[in-house]
């Protein structure tokens, strides 16, 4: 038989409410277990005080339940039992679980994709002043999940919640105003909300307040300013922001030049498949600036790139297969053709150029292998892109 824990004298109130039935007092001494406050963490003991407040019809000893649920290791993460009590909290009237539970919808967490149904619960939560509802609101409105795009009732959900102080409603509005997306473009308006949610710690409007500092729009052009707060979202993780960090570093803008840490961060970014730091990245190895020249490791990297649909690179591809000392197998000149062909059909002309010298090169079977690898190579790139 389990031990029961020992009641510190600090909570023997609570605890002898709580045993008297008072659902409020259970729900809150599951609170204490929950996350160890006065006493050792205990979900299992939070979860039988969250559920004597649920039996009454607690909606807070429902959300805690689908709370511990949906992270709790000693208590076994189970999804299905976590939307079942979203569910009776929803049904009891618990905003933030009306919330989480079209989220669930939204993503497809233990039921199956509704965007219907979750935009259906993000309105009854956002019509309760639900800030994050009204940023999830405007973020299906404006990608045009569920329905079709409608960027100004996008716009509308983003400036509501930030007026509530929802920092990612901020940033949102923020990005909307500066590239005029549902409203008027208004950079002076997105410099403000931006350096709001920024200086919340928000990692995307640090960039962008970052990108405004470095092109002078809406605000004092100030490539020192820019760099600050493009290295404060690179801190945060931001791919974005440490792409810019890469590209602050190796221009020398706003900091001295410093090819060795534009480096280290493009393949900060690169890691989170950033292209245009994969790509920067690729141009540093392949000539040995801030790290030792490795041109197989160049084209391995803007391998990277072109499966992500560049056709740019994609073009270079096809000349790095067409030359020597640029792929670890050697020159292969139906791989070289198969690039230039995928480039090509994007109208580059560079490409169109080079698959017409390549194919003067070709016997007639191997422009029929080479236009196979082609649709191949078409298939992985649509592929990635879906993520199948």
């Given at each position: 038989m389990r031990e029961m824990p020992l009641i510190p004298e600090s909570l023997m109130a609570l605890h002898a409410k709580a045993m008297s039935g008072d659902s409020l007092s259970q729900n809150r001494l599951g609170i204490h277990y929950h996350v160890g406050d006065l006493v050792r963490a205990d979900h299992r003991q939070a979860l039988h005080w969250y559920g004597l407040a649920a039996a009454q019809g607690n909606?807070?000893?429902?959300?805690?339940?689908?709370?511990?649920y949906g992270s709790s290791e000693s208590v076994g993460v189970d999804k299905k039992k976590q939307v079942e009590y979203y569910r009776r909290a929803y049904e009891l009237g618990h905003v933030i679980a009306t919330r989480e539970l079209g989220r669930c919808y939204q993503n497809g967490i233990a039921v199956a994709v509704d965007y219907?149904?979750?935009m259906r619960l993000y309105t009854i939560a956002s019509d309760k002043n639900d800030a994050i509802a009204k940023v999830q609101l405007g973020f299906m409105m404006q990608t045009g999940l569920g329905q079709d795009?409608?960027?100004?009732?996008?716009?509308?959900?983003?400036?509501?919640?930030?007026?509530?102080?929802?920092?990612?409603g901020m940033s949102n509005l923020a990005l909307c105003l500066y590239n005029g997306t549902g409203t008027v473009k208004d950079l002076p308006l997105a410099a403000?909300?931006?350096?709001?949610?920024?200086?919340?710690?928000?990692?995307?409007a640090q960039r962008l307040l970052g990108l405004m500092h470095q092109n002078g729009e809406g605000v004092i052009k100030d490539y020192e300013e820019a760099f600050r707060y493009f290295k404060l979202s690179a801190d945060s993780g931001y791919d974005f922001g440490q792409f810019n960090v890469g590209h602050m570093y190796e221009k020398g803008l706003g900091v001295e030049v410093n090819?060795?840490?534009?480096?280290?961060?493009?393949?900060?970014?690169?890691?989170?498949?950033?292209?245009?730091?994969?790509?920067?990245?690729?141009?540093?190895?392949?000539?040995g600036n801030g790290v030792e020249r490795d041109m197989f490791?160049?084209?391995?990297?803007?391998?990277?790139?072109?499966?992500?649909?560049?056709?740019?690179?994609?073009?270079?591809?096809?000349y790095r297969y067409e030359s020597e000392g640029y792929v670890r197998?050697?020159?292969?000149?139906?791989?070289?053709?198969?690039?230039?062909?995928?480039?090509?059909?994007?109208?580059?002309?560079?490409?169109i150029k080079g698959r017409a010298k390549v194919e003067s090169k070709l016997t007639h079977e191997q422009i029929i292998r080479a236009h196979r690898r082609s649709r191949e190579l078409l298939a992985e790139i649509e592929a990635r892109k879906t993520g199948k």
């Open positions: 909606p807070d000893g429902c959300y805690n339940i689908a709370l511990i219907a149904e979750a795009p409608d960027a100004f009732g996008a716009f509308i959900y983003y400036e509501e919640a930030a007026e509530l102080g929802e920092v990612c403000k909300w931006a350096r709001r949610a920024a200086d919340n710690g928000n990692a995307s090819l060795a840490e534009a480096v280290r961060y493009y393949r900060m970014a690169s890691r989170q498949q950033n292209m245009a730091a994969t790509r920067s990245l690729a141009g540093l190895v392949d000539a490791s160049a084209t391995e990297l803007y391998l990277i790139v072109g499966f992500s649909g560049d056709a740019e690179v994609q073009r270079a591809l096809a197998t050697g020159v292969d000149l139906v791989e070289s053709y198969a690039w230039y062909n995928i480039s090509a059909a994007s109208g580059n002309e560079g490409a």
